[in-house]
């Protein structure tokens, strides 16, 4: 059978991603993976350094996706399904490129952890993610602000002349234009996977990158890597050297000997190969190798804790079995970001197969032995000199233009190549991709203006590179633009900047709201909190005398813009106020879990115990719980000193002693 690329639709029970959050993300969602400044001087020199480098300050120019529920419904995804005679594997384009399947033929096997459901969480830098698979991560330490975002597709010719499956896009964190080439020789157990990020700037670039596989998780699971030492990121948010397999106790490769969640990076010498497996009780798995680049392997587990298994429920549907993920980067550990120079690219190959081997030598004590075993099958079945040999043949058409459309992403790579004119062959972002989103952006491109908009809405999405912060500056200062300026000063650091900007829109400003919503973050930032709990009220207000009607846009952007003032009232001990707010929300959106908890915090606040424990008492889910969020545990030991219910246990580390 000779490699096919086809079309298909994948059907399972969904729930809608939902629209974006209309509010500039001025400030990151709180990300897990940072460690103390005072830690850093115990890591290496050049680790510490990479950590330093160019973290994310805010989410800007990318919106946060948060509209979404637990409603789940019959869903059907686009799929490309690429296969030989032995391996298929189901691509989703419209979700990051995430391969959803990885099936051995021969075997009947799944290589991966394939989750039944579409059920989006607050995992993501942005938000909506959802488990399962094998998704691509890049931009910086996090889910990729991808996840849930569509990506262009096509096919390619690859090497052998078969067709490969091209997936690319503009990532918009770090302005870098990337590419995903999925190539299935004919007769193939292995899928190879070619990456290539490019900087077509002149200024270097911070990138980030680690390939995260979803694996089955069975008490006989072990994960294996070369590596005798790990640095493990426990939930503390603590980064530190530890042994392999064993410490504190207990084989930690074995994922559900540990209570809590984890992260484990593995030291592989830079001489050894790179490879990590994930192996069940009779030695049969899936492995991950890898050209050199890609340096880095790491293994997270859920653990066998109640917040562990709350969290793998949360993600699927009851009586799934859980996952654990092994990943593969381009540092030694995900809270690193590594300079690419402007005009340069990194690239490399990782292939994707079945692995078998001696169940007797996987499950030993001996972990030198266990680890030759693996590597010596590895080693018959796809020899290391062989996937050099791959990078080498698939580099050479890394180039070559697409011929078959299959998907279609973003219109915003089309407007920076737009812009700058950038050449970037094998990876066309066409004008005919342009839409709604850039086409204002496209009008202060051509003209000089960024035109009005033609009916009263919350503002589109703002631009926020310094090419686009330049062309801002030099546009007539009309409200609209002096937003969207202040929202590029921010990004760039100049707070006092971007107030003033928020301040001079003001004035003229027809909807004021979003400029009063910007000035109030910025008094938060400031530690004003009384100016800001005011600017708040001010801006609601506004947003409620202006909102036309009671679409999706409207209604996201009253959540959003409620949930903060609440919020920021509570804090403020304004709770007459916070309860005027409350009351003017939809009942719609009172009934979301997210507003179920702050009437409970709002009744709390005002005295009313035993009410906001009813609310607990009548159960809520929390849709965009975010992940490691503590408020469910620290609200409930406000009402009682009762154990927390499990349905309310989300905890990823060991109580505060």
Same mark, same amino acid.
């Given at each position: 059978?000779?490699?096919?690329?086809?079309?298909?639709?994948?059907?399972?029970?969904?729930?809608?991603?939902?629209?974006?959050?209309?509010?500039?993300?001025?400030?990151?969602?709180?990300?897990?993976?940072?460690?103390?400044?005072?830690?850093?001087?115990?890591?290496?020199?050049?680790?510490?350094?990479?950590?330093?480098?160019?973290?994310?300050?805010?989410?800007?120019?990318?919106?946060?996706? #948060?509209?979404?529920?637990?409603?789940?419904?019959?869903?059907?995804?686009?799929?490309?399904?690429?296969?030989?005679?032995?391996?298929?594997?189901?691509?989703?384009?419209?979700?990051?490129?995430?391969?959803?399947?990885?099936?051995?033929?021969?075997?009947?096997?799944?290589?991966?952890?394939?989750?039944?459901?579409?059920?989006?969480?607050?995992?993501?830098?942005?938000?909506?993610?959802?488990?399962?698979?094998?998704?691509?991560?890049i931009g910086a330490t996090g889910h990729t602000?991808?996840?849930?975002?569509?990506?262009?597709?096509?096919?390619?010719?690859?090497?052998?002349?078969?067709?490969?499956?091209?997936?690319?896009?503009?990532?918009?964190?770090?302005?870098?234009?990337?590419?995903?080439?999925?190539?299935?020789?004919?007769?193939?157990?292995?899928?190879?996977?070619?990456?290539r990020i490019r900087n077509p700037h002149e200024?270097?670039?911070?990138?980030?990158?680690?390939?995260?596989?979803?694996?089955?998780?069975?008490?006989?699971?072990?994960?294996?890597?070369?590596?005798?030492?790990?640095?493990?990121?426990?939930?503390?948010?603590?980064?530190?050297?530890?042994?392999?397999?064993?410490?504190?106790?207990?084989?930690?490769?074995?994922?559900?000997?540990?209570?809590?969640?984890?992260?484990?990076?593995?030291?592989?010498?830079?001489?050894?190969?790179?490879?990590?497996?994930?192996?069940?009780?009779?030695?049969?798995?899936?492995?991950?190798?890898?050209?050199?680049?890609?340096?880095?392997?790491?293994?997270?587990?859920?653990?066998?804790?109640?917040?562990?298994?709350?969290?793998?429920?949360?993600?699927?549907?009851? #009586?799934?079995?859980?996952?654990?993920?092994?990943?593969?980067?381009?540092?030694?550990?995900?809270?690193?970001?590594?300079?690419?120079?402007?005009?340069?690219?990194?690239?490399?190959?990782?292939?994707?197969?079945?692995?078998?081997?001696?169940?007797?030598?996987?499950?030993? #004590?001996?972990?030198?032995?266990?680890?030759?075993?693996?590597?010596?099958?590895?080693?018959?079945?796809?020899?290391?000199?062989?996937?050099?040999?791959?990078?080498?043949?698939?580099?050479?058409?890394?180039?070559?233009?697409?011929?078959?459309?299959?998907?279609?992403?973003?219109?915003?790579?089309?407007?920076?190549?737009?812009?700058?004119?950038?050449?970037?062959?094998?990876?066309?972002?066409?004008?005919?991709?342009?839409?709604?989103?850039?086409?204002?952006?496209?009008?202060?491109?051509?003209?000089?203006?960024?035109?009005?908009?033609?009916?009263?809405?919350?503002?589109?999405?703002?631009?926020?590179?310094?090419?686009?912060?330049?062309?801002?500056?030099?546009?007539?200062?009309?409200?609209?633009?002096?937003?969207?300026?202040?929202?590029?000063?921010?990004?760039?650091?100049?707070?006092?900047?971007?107030?003033?900007?928020?301040?001079?829109?003001?004035?003229?400003?027809?909807?004021?709201?979003?400029?009063?919503?910007?000035?109030?973050?910025?008094?938060?930032?400031?530690?004003?909190?009384?100016?800001?709990?005011?600017?708040?009220?001010?801006?609601?207000?506004?947003?409620?005398?202006?909102?036309?009607?009671?679409?999706?846009?409207?209604?996201?952007?009253?959540?959003?813009?409620?949930?903060?003032?609440?919020?920021?009232?509570?804090?403020?001990?304004?709770?007459?106020?916070?309860?005027?707010?409350?009351?003017?929300?939809?009942?719609?959106?009172?009934?979301?879990?997210?507003?179920?908890?702050?009437?409970?915090?709002?009744?709390?606040?005002?005295?009313?115990?035993?009410?906001?424990?009813?609310?607990?008492?009548?159960?809520?889910?929390?849709? #965009?719980?975010?992940?490691?969020?503590?408020?469910?545990?620290?609200?409930?030991?406000?009402?009682?000193?009762?154990?927390?219910?499990?349905?309310?246990?989300?905890?990823?580390?060991?109580?505060?002693?």
């Amino acid at each position: 059978m000779a490699t096919t690329v086809r079309r298909a639709v994948l059907t399972l029970p969904g729930a809608p991603v939902g629209p974006p959050n209309p509010l500039p993300a001025l400030r990151p969602l709180d990300e897990m993976h940072s460690v103390d400044e005072r830690a850093k001087k115990d890591l290496p020199r050049d680790m510490a350094r990479q950590i330093g480098y160019e973290p994310l300050r805010t989410l800007l120019p990318v919106r946060v996706l #948060d509209g979404y529920g637990r409603e789940r419904t019959e869903t059907a995804l686009d799929a490309i399904v690429i296969e030989n005679e032995r391996l298929r594997a189901t691509v989703l384009p419209g979700l990051g490129g995430r391969i959803h399947s990885l099936h051995h033929k021969p075997t009947g096997r799944e290589l991966l952890y394939r989750n039944p459901v579409f059920q989006p969480a607050d995992f993501a830098l942005n938000g909506a993610w959802f488990s399962g698979g094998i998704e691509w991560n890049i931009g910086a330490t996090g889910h990729t602000t991808l996840s849930c975002a569509p990506m262009h597709a096509a096919v390619v010719q690859g090497p052998d002349g078969t067709d490969m499956v091209r997936l690319w896009e503009w990532e918009r964190l770090r302005d870098l234009p990337f590419q995903v080439d999925l190539w299935l020789p004919v007769d193939s157990d292995f899928l190879h996977v070619g990456v290539r990020i490019r900087n077509p700037h002149e200024r270097p670039a911070p990138v980030y990158w680690w390939s995260n596989i979803a694996v089955e998780e069975h008490p006989t699971t072990r994960v294996l890597a070369p590596a005798d030492e790990a640095w493990h990121f426990g939930y503390e948010r603590s980064l530190r050297r530890v042994p392999v397999p064993e410490f504190d106790d207990a084989d930690r490769t074995y994922p559900l000997r540990s209570e809590y969640p984890a992260d484990y990076f593995y030291e592989v010498q830079a001489e050894s190969r790179k490879w990590i497996a994930s192996l069940d009780a009779e030695g049969r798995g899936l492995v991950q190798t890898s050209t050199d680049v890609l340096r880095g392997r790491k293994l997270f587990l859920w653990g066998s804790g109640r917040g562990g298994r709350r969290w793998q429920q949360w993600l699927t549907e009851p #009586d799934t079995v859980g996952y654990a993920e092994i990943q593969a980067g381009l540092a030694r550990t995900q809270l690193e970001h590594i300079r690419l120079d402007g005009g340069e690219e990194f690239s490399w190959l990782e292939s994707y197969g079945p692995l078998s081997a001696d169940a007797a030598a996987v499950h030993g #004590d001996d972990w030198a032995a266990a680890r030759g075993e693996v590597e010596a099958r590895l080693a018959d079945a796809l020899p290391r000199d062989a996937v050099d040999a791959a990078y080498e043949a698939w580099r050479r058409c890394a180039d070559t233009e697409p011929t078959q459309p299959l998907a279609t992403g973003s219109g915003w790579g089309a407007l920076e190549v737009l812009r700058a004119g950038h050449k970037l062959p094998g990876t066309p972002f066409d004008e005919s991709t342009l839409g709604e989103e850039q086409a204002p952006w496209r009008e202060l491109l051509t003209t000089g203006v960024l035109p009005e908009p033609r009916k009263v809405n919350p503002p589109g999405p703002s631009l926020v590179a310094p090419h686009w912060r330049d062309m801002l500056e030099t546009a007539p200062a009309e409200p609209l633009t002096e937003y969207h300026l202040g929202v590029a000063q921010w990004h760039a650091g100049d707070l006092a900047q971007a107030v003033r900007s928020w301040e001079r829109g003001l004035e003229l400003a027809p909807s004021r709201w979003p400029l009063l919503r910007c000035l109030a973050v910025a008094d938060c930032e400031g530690g004003n909190a009384a100016r800001a709990a005011e600017r708040y009220l001010e801006a609601f207000d506004d947003l409620c005398e202006e909102r036309r009607d009671d679409g999706e846009t409207w209604t996201a952007a009253t959540a959003a813009l409620g949930r903060e003032t609440i919020e920021t009232l509570l804090t403020a001990r304004r709770t007459t106020d916070a309860r005027a707010v409350w009351t003017r929300l939809r009942p719609a959106i009172q009934q979301r879990g997210r507003f179920r908890l702050i009437e409970a915090r709002l009744l709390l606040a005002e005295g009313r115990t035993e009410e906001a424990r009813a609310i607990f008492d009548a159960g809520f889910e929390v849709a #965009d719980l975010r992940e490691g969020a503590e408020i469910l545990g620290e609200v409930w030991s406000r009402l009682t000193d009762e154990p927390l219910p499990d349905a309310y246990d989300y905890r990823m580390r060991p109580p505060r002693g």
